[in-house]
């Protein structure tokens, strides 16, 4: 399906309560489908569709990381560290302007790494483990706010984003720690290149 047909992206979220988005995995050689994300807001401020929740990345603001700045804030400057976090950067805004001119309600999450379990010392440091990501998107959908970013992480002692912003505007409140799973995590593995200087 080609959402960047607007048509086709009304009649695809026409009956949706609440419509997640996400523009594209960071795969080398992938260009984000910009137009995408401008077409799925638009659509869904058209049909009426009442929120839209933006699965954004840690990439938007990965410059930080990479400088190793502590209790990052998502109302921050946003500071990308590749081009798939220009995108997402991208995503975010096209929300604020949706959110700012139309009735639609856009919460964007800056989502770390999401899987089974953490992966390399990147992954202690801003893991979303599976409960905690259905937690949090729950959250999302359910908290009465206009438009907000937030970082989508678990409770992780090496943690470097402040989340106390999605405690209190969303009531995600995560649960696990990568730490705990630290004895066993393959610290070999490289956190992705843009976080070890590649442009």
Known sequence: MDLQV?????STVSKMGTLFSNSCP???????PTRRVHSVMAAASAAGTPKVVFAS???ASGLYDVDRVSNVDPSWPAR???PYGVSKVYGETVGRYFAERTDLRVVNLR???????PLGA???????????MAALFTAAVRADIRYGTYFAASANTRLTWDLTPGMRDLGFFPKDNAED????TDLSIEGPECYRGAV
């Open 26 to 32: 960071p795969f080398p050689g992938v260009t984000p």
């Open 111 to 117: 989502i770390g790494l999401a899987w089974t379990r």
């Open 57 to 59: 990345s840690c990439h």
């Open 122 to 132: 990147l992954g202690l440091q801003v893991w979303l483990s599976p409960d905690d």
């Open 6 to 10: 607007l048509s086709i992206a009304k």
């Open 181 to 184: 799973l630290a004895h066993e």
């Open 80 to 82: 990308p560290c590749c």
